[in-house]
T-cell receptor, first 119, second 112 residues
Framework: GAVVSQHPSRVICKSGTSVKIECRSL??????MFWYRQFPKQSLMLMAT?????????EQGVEKDKFLINHASLTLSTLTVTSAHPEDSSFYIC???????????????FGQGTRLTVV | SQQGEEDPQALSIQEGENATMNCSYK?????LQWYRQNSGRGLVHLIL?????REKHSGRLRVTLDTSKKSSSLLITASRAADTASYFC????????????FGKGTKLSVIP
């Protein structure tokens, strides 16, 4: 199956700083990438959907100025948590869906997640 | 919004036994998928069943889908300690962006 690489896997940052998380589709082109957030022992909550070359669509309640998403190419999307605070500490997971009509259109492939701890 | 609801929330069984997890959803779907997540890790795709399918098998996994009841079940046969993980169902609906809506998950513990 397709591989999605997410980096870093763990990051600890100081309150007030910004953190960038990368999501790359390694062997396929991803028209759409999704960013999820998961609190301990809870399910995944969709934060935003990004399409290559256009602005991300954010879910209700997600601050777009705080969680900046850039999808500059068909293989890379980034999530930047700006001015991070302890309440932003969470597990962030990206997923990517292949281009329409392609082999990987039907599934969403997930990265390994990033554990963000803000101290 | 979350529409998948798995039950039970937690399941503990002995190695070798079968494990059954259920998922219910509320709106129309194109497909339903099951994922596995080891503690603190990403998701691993297990199986996808389309809305026009009723049953699907993959190795020790068996998934059923009942669209009239808006429910699905995941059966893991002959469980192993390595099957210990959280299992999530996710529904895909609509065209275009292909967003997945996840349930709350079932935490499965297989005791050796």
């Amino acid at each position: 199956g397709a591989v999605v690489s997410q980096h870093p896997s763990r990051v600890i940052c100081k309150s007030g700083t910004s953190v960038k998380i990368e999501c790359r589709s390694l062997d396929f082109q991803a028209t759409t990438m999704f960013w999820y957030r998961q609190f301990p022992k809870q399910s995944l909550m969709l934060m935003a959907t990004s399409n290559e070359g256009s602005k991300a669509t954010y879910e209700q309640g997600v601050e777009k100025d705080k969680f900046l998403i850039n999808h500059a190419s068909l293989t890379l999307s980034t999530l930047t948590v700006t001015s991070a605070h302890p309440e932003d500490s969470s597990f962030y997971i990206c997923s990517a869906r292949g281009t329409t009509g392609g082999v990987y259109e039907s599934e969403a492939f997930f990265g390994q997640g990033t554990r963000l701890t803000v101290v | 919004s979350q529409q998948g609801e798995e039950d039970p929330q937690a399941l503990s069984i002995q190695e070798g036994e079968n494990a059954t997890m259920n998922c219910s959803y509320k709106t129309s779907i194109n497909n339903l998928q099951w994922y596995r997540q080891n503690s603190g890790r990403g998701l691993v795709h297990l199986i996808l069943i389309r809305s026009n399918e009723r049953e699907k098998h993959s190795g020790r996994l068996r998934v059923t889908l009942d669209t009239s009841k808006k429910s699905s079940s995941l059966l893991i046969t002959a469980s192993r300690a390595a099957d210990t993980a959280s299992y999530f169902c996710a529904t895909g609906s609509g065209a275009g962006s292909y967003q997945l809506t996840f349930g709350k998950g079932t935490k499965l513990s297989v005791i050796p």
